[in-house]
Protein backbone atom coordinates (compact mmCIF):
# COMPACT_ATOMS: atom_id res chain seq x y z
CA UNK A 1 0.00 0.00 0.00
CA UNK A 2 1.44 3.39 -0.62
CA UNK A 3 1.56 5.46 2.54
CA UNK A 4 1.78 8.99 2.39
CA UNK A 5 2.52 10.66 6.19
CA UNK A 6 2.34 14.13 6.97
CA UNK A 7 4.92 15.67 10.18
CA UNK A 8 1.86 17.06 12.30
CA UNK A 9 -1.71 16.41 12.24
CA UNK A 10 -2.42 19.59 14.17
CA UNK A 11 -0.31 22.71 14.48
CA UNK A 12 -0.47 25.80 16.21
CA UNK A 13 2.00 28.95 15.59
CA UNK A 14 2.00 32.72 16.15
CA UNK A 15 1.89 35.17 13.58
CA UNK A 16 4.92 35.78 11.61
CA UNK A 17 6.13 32.72 12.52
CA UNK A 18 8.47 30.39 9.83
CA UNK A 19 6.36 27.10 9.43
CA UNK A 20 7.31 24.05 8.16
CA UNK A 21 5.30 20.77 6.95
CA UNK A 22 6.74 17.51 5.82
CA UNK A 23 5.35 15.05 3.69
CA UNK A 24 7.02 11.53 2.88
CA UNK A 25 6.07 9.29 0.89
CA UNK A 26 7.38 5.43 0.54
CA UNK A 27 6.41 4.54 -2.83
CA UNK A 28 9.34 6.12 -5.29
CA UNK A 29 6.57 8.61 -6.98
CA UNK A 30 8.10 11.32 -9.22
CA UNK A 31 4.80 13.57 -8.58
CA UNK A 32 4.15 15.13 -5.23
CA UNK A 33 1.68 18.39 -4.20
CA UNK A 34 0.70 20.55 -1.73
CA UNK A 35 -3.23 21.15 -1.26
CA UNK A 36 -5.03 23.67 1.30
CA UNK A 37 -8.26 22.76 1.85
CA UNK A 38 -11.08 25.42 2.85
CA UNK A 39 -14.89 24.90 3.76
CA UNK A 40 -16.65 25.59 0.55
CA UNK A 41 -13.81 26.29 -1.18
CA UNK A 42 -12.71 22.55 -1.60
CA UNK A 43 -8.76 21.81 -2.23
CA UNK A 44 -6.83 24.52 -3.88
CA UNK A 45 -3.32 23.70 -5.60
CA UNK A 46 -0.19 25.71 -3.48
CA UNK A 47 2.90 23.67 -5.00
CA UNK A 48 3.93 20.32 -6.68
CA UNK A 49 6.91 19.01 -7.94
CA UNK A 50 7.59 16.30 -10.65
CA UNK A 51 11.10 15.68 -9.30
CA UNK A 52 14.13 16.03 -7.34
CA UNK A 53 14.63 20.05 -6.83
CA UNK A 54 11.69 20.95 -9.21
CA UNK A 55 8.86 22.71 -8.16
CA UNK A 56 6.17 24.67 -9.99
CA UNK A 57 3.58 27.22 -8.68
CA UNK A 58 -0.02 25.71 -8.62
CA UNK A 59 -3.02 28.20 -8.42
CA UNK A 60 -2.40 29.94 -5.09
CA UNK A 61 1.45 30.16 -4.38
CA UNK A 62 1.70 33.46 -2.70
CA UNK A 63 3.18 33.36 1.03
CA UNK A 64 4.67 29.55 0.34
CA UNK A 65 7.54 28.46 -0.74
CA UNK A 66 8.59 24.87 -1.21
CA UNK A 67 11.27 22.35 -1.09
CA UNK A 68 12.37 18.55 -2.38
CA UNK A 69 15.56 17.77 -2.20
CA UNK A 70 15.19 13.48 -2.00
CA UNK A 71 12.47 12.20 -3.75
CA UNK A 72 10.58 11.19 -1.21
CA UNK A 73 10.21 14.29 0.91
CA UNK A 74 8.47 17.31 -0.21
CA UNK A 75 8.58 20.40 2.24
CA UNK A 76 5.72 23.26 2.36
CA UNK A 77 7.15 26.17 4.06
CA UNK A 78 5.19 29.45 5.18
CA UNK A 79 7.96 32.14 5.35
CA UNK A 80 5.87 34.43 7.69
CA UNK A 81 3.14 32.44 9.10
CA UNK A 82 -0.23 35.32 8.71
CA UNK A 83 -3.91 34.30 10.33
CA UNK A 84 -5.33 33.49 6.65
CA UNK A 85 -3.12 30.92 6.23
CA UNK A 86 -5.36 29.03 8.95
CA UNK A 87 -6.28 26.25 6.57
CA UNK A 88 -6.12 22.41 6.39
CA UNK A 89 -2.74 21.67 4.69
CA UNK A 90 -3.40 18.27 2.51
CA UNK A 91 0.36 16.30 0.68
CA UNK A 92 -0.84 13.78 -2.27
CA UNK A 93 2.02 12.02 -4.44
CA UNK A 94 1.52 10.02 -7.90
CA UNK A 95 3.54 7.64 -10.22
CA UNK A 96 4.69 9.69 -13.50
CA UNK A 97 3.65 6.86 -15.57
CA UNK A 98 1.86 4.44 -13.63
CA UNK A 99 -1.49 5.96 -13.75
CA UNK A 100 -3.27 9.64 -12.89
CA UNK A 101 -4.43 8.68 -9.24
CA UNK A 102 -3.65 10.74 -6.82
CA UNK A 103 -2.71 9.25 -3.13
CA UNK A 104 -3.22 11.97 -0.10
CA UNK A 105 -2.00 11.87 3.17
CA UNK A 106 -3.89 12.14 6.62
CA UNK A 107 -3.42 16.76 6.56
CA UNK A 108 -2.32 18.87 8.78
CA UNK A 109 -4.56 21.22 10.27
CA UNK A 110 -2.25 24.53 11.05
CA UNK A 111 -4.03 27.74 12.93
CA UNK A 112 -2.18 30.64 13.11
CA UNK A 113 -2.80 32.31 15.83
CA UNK B 1 -8.78 26.69 -17.18
CA UNK B 2 -10.91 23.69 -16.43
CA UNK B 3 -13.52 24.48 -13.14
CA UNK B 4 -16.02 22.12 -11.66
CA UNK B 5 -18.70 22.84 -9.96
CA UNK B 6 -20.85 20.50 -7.31
CA UNK B 7 -23.99 22.05 -6.38
CA UNK B 8 -24.83 20.29 -3.58
CA UNK B 9 -23.58 20.93 -0.02
CA UNK B 10 -24.41 18.92 2.24
CA UNK B 11 -26.95 15.75 1.44
CA UNK B 12 -28.37 12.81 3.74
CA UNK B 13 -29.80 9.68 2.98
CA UNK B 14 -30.90 7.00 4.83
CA UNK B 15 -29.28 3.71 5.33
CA UNK B 16 -29.88 1.27 2.35
CA UNK B 17 -30.80 3.51 0.05
CA UNK B 18 -29.46 5.03 -3.25
CA UNK B 19 -27.76 8.77 -3.92
CA UNK B 20 -26.79 11.02 -6.49
CA UNK B 21 -23.97 13.48 -6.15
CA UNK B 22 -24.00 16.09 -8.73
CA UNK B 23 -20.68 17.12 -10.91
CA UNK B 24 -20.66 19.27 -13.87
CA UNK B 25 -16.71 20.83 -15.18
CA UNK B 26 -16.24 23.23 -17.64
CA UNK B 27 -13.40 22.67 -20.32
CA UNK B 28 -11.79 23.13 -23.81
CA UNK B 29 -9.99 19.70 -23.29
CA UNK B 30 -11.12 16.64 -25.22
CA UNK B 31 -8.71 14.07 -23.43
CA UNK B 32 -9.24 14.12 -19.74
CA UNK B 33 -9.63 12.09 -16.46
CA UNK B 34 -12.67 12.92 -14.42
CA UNK B 35 -12.64 11.46 -10.39
CA UNK B 36 -14.64 11.03 -7.46
CA UNK B 37 -12.35 11.21 -4.09
CA UNK B 38 -13.91 10.47 -0.67
CA UNK B 39 -12.75 12.32 2.34
CA UNK B 40 -14.21 10.44 5.27
CA UNK B 41 -14.23 12.16 9.48
CA UNK B 42 -10.94 12.84 10.53
CA UNK B 43 -9.57 10.29 7.97
CA UNK B 44 -7.12 10.16 4.78
CA UNK B 45 -8.94 11.28 1.02
CA UNK B 46 -9.20 8.06 -0.94
CA UNK B 47 -9.90 7.53 -4.87
CA UNK B 48 -14.00 6.44 -5.09
CA UNK B 49 -13.80 6.24 -9.23
CA UNK B 50 -11.75 7.10 -12.12
CA UNK B 51 -13.57 7.76 -15.83
CA UNK B 52 -11.69 8.22 -19.05
CA UNK B 53 -13.05 10.98 -21.39
CA UNK B 54 -12.30 8.91 -24.19
CA UNK B 55 -14.40 5.82 -22.69
CA UNK B 56 -18.39 5.99 -23.56
CA UNK B 57 -18.63 2.92 -20.75
CA UNK B 58 -19.61 4.50 -17.70
CA UNK B 59 -17.09 3.08 -14.45
CA UNK B 60 -18.84 1.04 -11.73
CA UNK B 61 -16.96 0.22 -8.76
CA UNK B 62 -19.37 -2.08 -6.82
CA UNK B 63 -21.71 0.16 -5.18
CA UNK B 64 -20.27 3.27 -6.88
CA UNK B 65 -20.45 3.78 -10.29
CA UNK B 66 -20.58 7.17 -12.67
CA UNK B 67 -22.97 9.00 -14.96
CA UNK B 68 -20.60 10.41 -17.83
CA UNK B 69 -22.19 12.83 -19.70
CA UNK B 70 -19.44 13.83 -22.19
CA UNK B 71 -21.77 16.55 -24.08
CA UNK B 72 -23.66 17.91 -21.37
CA UNK B 73 -19.99 17.85 -18.95
CA UNK B 74 -21.83 15.89 -16.27
CA UNK B 75 -19.93 13.40 -13.76
CA UNK B 76 -22.75 12.03 -11.40
CA UNK B 77 -21.90 9.57 -8.83
CA UNK B 78 -24.38 7.02 -7.81
CA UNK B 79 -24.05 5.17 -4.66
CA UNK B 80 -26.25 2.25 -4.05
CA UNK B 81 -27.16 0.19 -0.80
CA UNK B 82 -25.86 3.48 0.79
CA UNK B 83 -23.75 1.85 4.17
CA UNK B 84 -22.55 4.28 7.42
CA UNK B 85 -19.00 3.92 5.59
CA UNK B 86 -19.97 6.14 3.30
CA UNK B 87 -20.56 8.96 5.51
CA UNK B 88 -17.94 11.38 4.04
CA UNK B 89 -17.11 14.52 2.19
CA UNK B 90 -16.93 13.45 -1.55
CA UNK B 91 -14.92 15.70 -4.41
CA UNK B 92 -15.32 15.16 -7.81
CA UNK B 93 -12.03 16.88 -9.62
CA UNK B 94 -10.92 16.65 -13.33
CA UNK B 95 -7.16 16.40 -14.86
CA UNK B 96 -5.91 16.62 -18.24
CA UNK B 97 -5.19 13.38 -19.74
CA UNK B 98 -1.36 14.84 -21.18
CA UNK B 99 0.92 16.89 -19.83
CA UNK B 100 -0.30 18.10 -16.81
CA UNK B 101 -0.83 15.88 -13.52
CA UNK B 102 -2.82 18.90 -11.77
CA UNK B 103 -5.82 17.75 -9.98
CA UNK B 104 -8.60 20.53 -10.00
CA UNK B 105 -11.33 19.77 -7.27
CA UNK B 106 -15.16 20.73 -6.60
CA UNK B 107 -16.11 22.34 -3.49
CA UNK B 108 -17.38 19.24 -2.31
CA UNK B 109 -20.70 17.61 -0.69
CA UNK B 110 -20.92 16.69 2.70
CA UNK B 111 -22.91 13.06 2.42
CA UNK B 112 -24.49 11.75 5.75
CA UNK B 113 -25.61 8.18 6.13
CA UNK B 114 -28.52 8.15 8.60
CA UNK B 115 -29.00 5.20 10.42
Known amino acids: DVKVTQSSRYLVKRTGEKVFLECVQDMDHENMFWYRQDPGLGLRLIYFSYDVKMKEKGDIPEGYSVSREKKERFSLILESASTNQTSMYLC????????????FGPGTRLTVT | AQTVTQSQPEMSVQEAETVTLSCTYDTSENNYYLFWYKQPPSRQMILVIRQEAYKQQNATENRFSVNFQKAAKSFSLKISDSQLGDTAMYFC????????????FGTGTRLTIIP
Open chain 2, 93 to 104: AFMKRQGNEKLT
Open chain 1, 92 to 103: ASAPRIQGPEQY
